[in-house]
């Protein structure tokens, strides 16, 4: 081969290996933050005033309402007492830490809401990242609420407690073991920490107005009821 094809032949081969696209370059795609869980922040409580001076039954039903609508209960009364009841009257006590707010079935059955606010009975309100959903919870602490379905008559007072009759239908309570009213894997109350202890009663909902609508109607029927300063996180 003459020298003069031979470096013609070695240019073509030259300038054709320039031409060839270099291989692709992966470039890592940031994965989204995921939403921080575990975060509890407590917040300032607002209590609305209520003008109605009887509010028992106003209490009782909204009971009822947030265990039928919030997420993660395992609870089967607030469905009974809103679908197969009607909302009574209150009965009478002569206990200011105790109500009792009655339900009645056209069959002649007795449904109650019950709320029990010992002396240094505290309420607060936290904001917490649950399962990837801001939600908020009030924890009352020294108090107890439960609700009942299917008593043949309604519960009288014998002026240190409740008389209950024979059939006294299905209960269910908080502030019993810690979790109770929660469903298994839900991870309540325990994502809460150390601001809910055994005992306490937690109610937890994603909406904070109607948790505050709650507070308000305790904080009336429970003049005792403590409600915490809480100064708004700055940032």
Same mark, same amino acid.
């Given at each position: 081969?003459?020298?003069?094809? $031979? ?8 300038? *054709? ?27 300032? =409580? ?15 039903? *909204? ?17 009974? =007492? ?26 002649? %059955? ?7 606010? &010992? ?5 607060? =309100? $936290?904001?917490?990242? #649950? ?5 908020? &919870?009030?924890? =009352?602490?020294? *108090?107890?609420?439960?609700?009942? *379905? ?69 904080? %009336?029927?429970?003049? #005792? ?7 708004? &996180?700055?940032?």
């Amino acid at each position: 081969m003459k020298s003069g094809s $031979f470096w013609l032949l070695a240019l073509t081969l030259l300038l *054709a290996g320039c031409s060839v696209s270099p291989p692709p370059v992966s470039v890592p795609v940031p994965e989204p933050e995921p939403v921080p869980q575990g975060i509890v922040t407590p917040l300032p =409580l607002t209590v609305l005033p209520i003008q109605d001076s009887r509010t028992e039954v106003v209490l009782g039903q *909204a009971l009822v309402r947030h265990f039928l609508t919030g997420p993660y209960y395992r609870m089967t009364t607030p469905l009974l =007492l809103t679908r197969q009841y009607q909302p009574s009257h209150a009965a009478y006590t002569s206990d200011s830490q105790r109500m009792l707010a009655l339900f009645r079935q056209q069959e002649g %059955h007795w449904g109650f809401v019950s709320v029990n606010v &010992a002396q240094r009975g505290v309420i607060n =309100l $936290f904001e917490l990242q #649950h399962q990837n959903a801001r939600g908020y &919870a009030l924890v =009352l602490k020294r *108090a107890r609420i439960c609700l009942n *379905a299917g008593a043949n008559r309604p519960p009288r007072w014998n002026g240190r407690g409740w008389d209950y009759s024979l059939q006294s239908g299905r209960f269910e309570c908080s502030g019993q073991t810690n979790g109770s009213l929660f469903q298994p894997g839900s991870g309540l109350p325990g994502a809460l920490g150390p601001y809910a202890e055994a005992g306490d009663t937690v109610l937890y909902s994603r909406d904070r107005q109607s948790l505050q609508q709650i507070a308000s109607l305790l904080k %009336h029927q429970f003049r #005792h009821l403590r409600v915490p300063q809480v100064r708004p &996180a700055t940032h």
